[in-house]
């Protein structure tokens, strides 16, 4: 989520869910990603395509409205002053809303699955846990840096992503970036184990004799039931400096900042009606 910095990154993430060409082929790019984790067989491919051709023309036409509603939203707030603290925790509920809607049809076409011969399932699993150890790898190669390096690093990341939205930071928002970054918990460590205990469901559910369809969809629908209590705070934690790092930022804007945030407002609210109306026909 560092990178979902609420009123401004909205702008960043809305972009990054539907820059113009890259979303226009989303379905080939979601096959292309299966396909590096499973070898189909031509039916199961023909399978594929149908139902992430049928996903992507959902999100098109469901979910691209939702967000730019939301955006428009955030856009007049920040235009008019009257953003609030309360609509930072909304744009967060929001966000994961659109996540869980997702989920949701995910699941629903899920059952693709249930196709795959044993031996796909077993080659999915150790692909998928492959995958994980490589993020471990990072990880460890991460924690040999200097601490100090690596919260540099932090913060050189999510400065870039808001001086692309508001231009140069003045002293008190860069003061206010890095007490957040310094104060914010390091939860990569947590989230993996997190993902071991959710792939460890997974791989019992999948190579069940027959699948377990049930327990598949439980894991696809609610994944955050394999958290443990001490991830949970720690994430409610994060989420609660987050919220109040954006309110900071919010507060500080200059005058030529406010104005820049608008107009980045309005390029992707023109990038999100070009896909609606390319969508629509």
């Avoid at 199961?44 to 395509?49: P, W």
């Avoid at 992430?52 to 955006?71: G, K």
């Avoid at 659109?98 to 949701?104: A, P, Q, R, S, Y």
Wanted: net charge negative; proline share 2%.
């Amino acid at each position: 989520m560092y990178r979902l910095i609420g009123v401004f990154t909205a702008f960043v993430f809305i972009a990054g869910c539907t820059a113009n060409i890259g979303y226009q082929f989303a379905d080939t790019l979601v096959e292309w990603k299966v396909n590096d984790y499973v070898d189909l067989n031509d039916k199961q491919e023909e399978l594929l395509s149908e139902k992430v051709d049928r996903m992507h023309l959902w999100h098109a036409q469901t979910q691209l409205p939702l967000y730019r509603e939301e955006l428009k939203s955030l856009r007049d707030k920040v235009e008019k002053k009257s953003l609030t603290h309360e609509d930072i925790s909304a744009f967060e509920d929001s966000l994961w809303t659109f996540w869980n809607n997702v989920l949701i049809q995910v699941e629903a076409e899920a059952d693709l699955l249930a196709t795959l011969t044993l031996e796909q399932r077993e080659q999915l699993i150790n692909r998928l846990e492959e995958a994980q150890q490589q993020r471990y790898q990072r990880l460890h190669k991460d924690k040999k840096q200097n601490p100090i390096l690596r919260q540099l690093d932090r913060i050189t990341d999510v400065e870039e992503d808001l001086e692309d939205i508001l231009g140069d930071l003045t002293p008190e928002q860069d003061k206010l970036l890095r007490s957040w970054v310094k104060d914010s918990p390091e939860l990569r460590e947590q989230w993996l184990s997190y993902r071991d205990s959710w792939l460890t469901e997974f791989e019992k559910a999948l190579l069940s004799q027959p699948v377990d369809k049930k327990r598949l969809s439980s894991l696809i629908l609610d994944p955050k039931q394999l958290r443990i209590d001490e991830f949970q705070q720690q994430a409610q934690q994060s989420s609660e400096l987050r919220k109040k790092f954006l309110w900071g930022m919010y507060q500080s804007l200059n005058q030529e900042q406010r104005k820049k945030v608008i107009k980045k407002a309005d390029e992707y609210i023109d990038l999100l009606d070009s896909l609606i109306s390319d969508f629509s026909r």
